[in-house]
């Protein structure tokens, strides 16, 4: 398991990584998220809804209520700033790789 405390500044990114394609639900993402790291994080729910809102404020996603699946779920689609925010955010990430990368033998 990857610790939380490594990984926390990056969780906007994988969630927004998987809003690129199309709107998603909480759950939907959690689940998305576990399965693509192979089990290897799990997102805490709270960390979750607070990366959720946290994004929402800042402009980069925003939410709406669909029923359509018969259950009413809260749905987070991906804005511009969104795009952009997550693009900035992998270009941030090849830096800190280049910096951590030294120090790893």
Known sequence: MISSDMI?????TMILYFLMDRPSYAYELSRQIRQRTQEKYILKETTLYSALSRLEQAGYVASFSDESSGKRRTYYRL????????????????????????FIR
């Open 8 to 12: 926390r500044g990056y969780v906007d």
């Open 79 to 102: 804005l511009e700033a969104g795009r952009d925010y997550y693009e900035e955010k992998c270009r941030e990430w090849e830096l800190i790789k280049q910096v951590i990368e030294r």
